[in-house]
């Protein structure tokens, strides 16, 4: 509010509202009075105050959209609109959303430089030297794009980057989604992981049509089966009880869940038929299954299919 007091003509008053429109223009943030006027005090905007809530607090300064904004939990803090800032690169951070891939797929990957006050600088990833420093990965392009190779199990990798002398690696799973197609047992009808469980990898012994432990059966039928590919004293065996004329009781040793037994009849070992099919939802030993007979002569086997 200001106020005028004594005899002024028209052109002096408006002289006097001239000189104290500059008077009001002054940023002091105090009372000012003379004989003849007085101001209140001025208002500072939040310029530069401090602003806060319960998940960050930004300090502001007055004469332009500048400001520290922090952040507690991650702990984090940003500088912007400093001419001139001075900071130091402490190391290479690398990233990637997820940090997973599926084998024989993509992702990509992506740096930044960590400053010592914590807050970051965006690196193209072109900028950016890539390497593969270990795992499955087949290879890491100009631009960051990773590509995973096949695995038997989900797989630990490291991937490596290199800007402006610093180092980073940024640790990535490459994951099994594709059960048969690792190496040479790729498309074999096994699965690879059961493979190299059991004879490692690269080994001959373990093909499906191959009997490693000279038991009669062949690792197909050990693993639809549930059985042991490398112990001869581990073996799915049959009986048959039971028989009445018109019903024959075929008994298994065990029977695997996941897999499919179908029961056959044939009385000419020529031409089976199939009688009945059992998918197990549990392991039972043994396991017995009535199944109808036809004739004088009937012959049964049981064949085994994966789902």
Request: glycine share 8%.
């Given at each position: 509010m200001i106020s005028l007091k004594g005899p002024f003509s028209a052109h002096l008053r408006r002289a006097w509202v001239g000189v104290l429109g500059c008077v009001a223009a002054s940023a002091v943030a105090a009372p000012q009075n003379s004989a003849n006027y007085s101001a209140t005090s001025d208002t500072m905007d939040a310029g530069g105050r401090r602003s806060t809530s319960a998940n960050y607090t930004n300090d502001g300064s007055v004469g332009g959209i500048v400001g520290i904004s922090t952040v507690a939990a991650p702990a984090a803090m940003v500088k912007h609109g400093?001419?001139?800032?001075?900071?130091?690169?402490?190391?290479l951070q690398l990233a990637s959303t997820p940090t997973t891939v599926n084998e024989g797929e993509t992702r990509l990957l992506s740096g930044a430089q960590v400053l010592d006050d914590l807050t970051h600088?965006?690196?193209?990833?072109?900028?950016?030297t890539w390497s593969v420093q270990s795992g499955p990965l087949v290879s890491i392009n100009s631009s960051g794009l990773a590509t995973a190779g096949p695995v038997f199990q989900s797989t630990a990798a490291t991937a490596q980057?290199?800007?402006l002398g610093q180092n980073g690696t940024l640790s990535l799973t490459v994951l099994e989604t594709i059960p048969d197609n690792f190496g040479t047992y790729a498309g074999d009808g096994l699965p690879d992981h059961w493979q190299v469980q059991?004879?490692?990898?690269?080994?001959?012994?373990?093909?499906?049509?191959?009997?490693?432990?000279?038991?009669?059966?062949?690792?197909?039928?050990e693993f639809l089966a549930g059985y042991l590919p490398t112990d001869s004293n581990s073996r799915l065996t049959t009986r048959g009880t039971d028989l009445t004329g018109s019903t024959f009781t075929l008994e298994l040793s065990r029977v695997q869940p996941g897999t499919r037994y179908i029961f056959q009849r044939t009385t000419n070992l020529e031409t089976w038929t199939d009688i009945l099919t059992v998918n197990p939802v549990g392991i039972s030993a043994p396991?017995?299954?009535?199944?109808?007979?036809?004739?004088?002569?009937n012959f049964f086997r049981v064949r085994l299919e994966a789902p």
């Open positions: 400093f001419i001139g800032q001075l900071y130091e690169v402490t190391a600088l965006t690196i193209p990833a072109t900028s950016i980057g290199i800007y059991y004879f490692g990898q690269n080994n001959a012994q373990s093909a499906p049509n191959m009997d490693a432990d000279a038991d009669g059966q062949s690792n197909l039928l396991y017995s299954q009535t199944i109808p007979a036809s004739g004088p002569t």
